[in-house]
């Protein structure tokens, strides 16, 4: 394996490993009555090597302007997601605590704080550490 696209694998799979499993253990516990029948385990397993691979191949991917590329990463990354969490599970519902009418408003803010985290945050760790090709 390459050092960048470990490094890079590393970075992207740091970020949702600490702050998904964070989010899901304490939204989940939360709600009255506990969501026992949803799997929220595997957020913790897969999207964190889901997003190291993603990065890994963002960084080792040539082209002028890695940011701008990272963010719509990150927007089909919330897109993705979005359908997944309103239109498979209603992952919404329960961790968020709203009611089914209003789930569909995922498709809005998730592309943008996914891009957000993908083209600010991610970019400029991968940046620091001198991750991109030129």
Same mark, same amino acid.
């Given at each position: 394996?390459?050092?960048?696209?470990?490094?890079?694998?590393?970075?992207?799979?740091? !970020?949702?490993?600490?702050?998904?499993?964070?989010?899901?253990?304490?939204?989940?516990?939360?709600?009255?009555?506990?969501?026992?029948?949803?799997?929220?385990?595997?957020?913790?397993?897969?999207?964190?090597?889901?997003?190291?691979?993603?990065?890994?191949?963002?960084?080792?991917?040539?082209?002028?302007?890695?940011?701008?590329?990272?963010?719509?990463?990150?927007? !089909?990354?919330? !897109? !993705?997601?979005?359908?997944?969490?309103?239109?498979?599970?209603?992952?919404?519902?329960?961790?968020?605590?709203?009611?089914?009418?209003?789930?569909?408003?995922?498709?809005?803010?998730?592309?943008?704080?996914?891009?957000?985290?993908?083209?600010?945050?991610?970019?400029?760790?991968?940046?620091?550490?001198?991750?991109?090709?030129?």
């Amino acid at each position: 394996m390459d050092s960048k696209f470990a490094k890079a694998f590393i970075i992207g799979s740091s !970020l949702p490993a600490t702050v998904w499993t964070l989010c899901f253990a304490g939204m989940s516990h939360k709600q009255r009555p506990c969501p026992k029948d949803m799997n929220y385990e595997w957020f913790a397993v897969i999207m964190p090597a889901l997003f190291g691979f993603i990065n890994g191949i963002l960084v080792t991917f040539p082209g002028n302007n890695p940011q701008q590329r990272m963010s719509y990463a990150g927007a !089909l990354f919330g !897109l !993705l997601f979005a359908a997944y969490g309103t239109c498979l599970t209603d992952m919404h519902c329960h961790l968020l605590n709203i009611t089914p009418r209003y789930r569909f408003i995922a498709f809005i803010w998730e592309p943008i704080f996914y891009a957000f985290v993908w083209g600010v945050v991610i970019h400029y760790i991968n940046e620091g550490f001198g991750l991109y090709v030129t």
